[in-house]
């Protein structure tokens, strides 16, 4: 009884919080600045977090998520819905990294397989394996990058990473899986002990 | 899941940028505001842009050309059949015209024929008398 009113208090919280998200979209839309900047500190974590654990540079990601921000705010007329809200600035983040990377040349993508093992100390803030992670995935190419942050950062499935990357199925799932079996084996030679 | 699938969840869970991040974007939108002002006036070629947009537009420019397209293949196809038919009527007119002509000048010899031989005549019987 008790556990059903919980459940019940849940669904209708989250119905208010969807009906707040549509509200301050339309707002949003409707040209009033304080919602937009609402919309940017719901999704400001996400869009940056995308950017940095591609660029690994905070700076790079923070100017990059800037500009999807101001992508948003000038296409925010075609943007239908909250969902479609997530879904565009994930696929808008997406492609500016790569083009940003395409453009800048700064990170040297290599072969997963001639990817160097980290050397530096992880950051003392992180735990090793969390760091030792970071490191690994940055050093994978583009693509296989992407899809790595998108399934672990945003929990999404292959079928929602190919539909956001415009990529084949079959193409995410294989970068998923070369990615983790190097991630995995890299993991295991730097931290030998630790069970993965 | 396994536990490496949830160290690699806890590894890339979400960071949040800077504190000053949304109030710097906004100051951006601002600026990008003020400078758009004078650009106004070409506003009504971006919203026309804008509404051509959608994929749903696309298909029906795409058809609307198409109608377009058949069209003017069909107007040029009546012009030129209707000019061809012009000329024809005109050629034919010459035509009638020649024969008619040809038909005058036969009938005015004859007549000329047959008037001498009249006035031939009228002479012979003046002489007899």
Same mark, same amino acid.
């Given at each position: 009884m008790a556990s059903e009113k919980r459940t019940d208090q849940l669904i209708e919280r989250k119905e208010v919080g969807m009906q707040r998200a549509d509200d301050t979209l339309s707002r949003a839309k409707d040209g009033d600045q304080t919602a937009f900047a609402d919309l940017v500190r719901e999704h400001q974590a996400m869009v940056f977090s995308l950017a940095h654990y591609f660029s690994r540079d905070r700076a790079t990601a923070e100017d990059l998520a800037q500009e999807v921000f101001i992508h948003l705010y000038q296409n !925010?007329?075609?943007?239908?819905s909250p969902a479609h809200l997530k879904f565009w600035l994930r696929r808008v983040t997406s492609h500016r990294c790569i083009d940003h990377a395409r453009k800048k040349h700064k990170m040297k993508t290599v072969s997963v397989d001639d990817a160097p093992e980290p050397v530096a100390p992880p950051c003392? $803030? %992180?735990s090793l394996m969390t760091a030792t992670l970071r490191r690994i995935v940055a050093t994978l190419p583009e693509k296989p990058r992407l899809v790595v942050t998108l399934r672990? $950062?945003? %929990? !999404?499935d292959p079928t929602e990473i190919a539909e956001l990357l415009e990529m084949p199925l079959n193409t995410v799932k294989s970068h998923l899986r070369r990615s983790l079996t190097i991630l995995r084996e890299k993991v295991t030679r730097i931290l030998g002990e630790i069970k993965v | 899941m396994n536990r490496f699938d949830d160290e690699l969840r806890l590894a890339f869970r979400r960071e949040e940028p800077s504190p000053d991040f949304t109030d710097r974007v906004m100051a951006r939108i601002a600026e990008l505001q003020k400078q758009e002002k004078p650009r106004e006036k070409t506003d009504w070629l971006r919203k026309l842009m804008e509404f051509f947009q959608p994929p749903q537009m696309k298909w029906a420019m795409a058809g609307a050309m198409v109608v377009a397209l058949l069209i003017a293949g069909f107007g040029w196809r009546r012009s030129v059949e209707n000019e061809r038919r012009r000329l024809a009527e005109i050629a034919e007119g010459e035509r009638a015209k020649e024969q008619v002509m040809l038909a005058m000048r036969i009938a005015s010899a004859k007549l000329s024929v047959a008037q001498k031989k009249v006035y031939e005549t009228a002479s012979h019987e003046g002489e007899s008398k």
């Open positions: !925010l007329g075609a943007i239908e003392f $803030q %992180d672990y $950062q945003e %929990d !999404l | -």
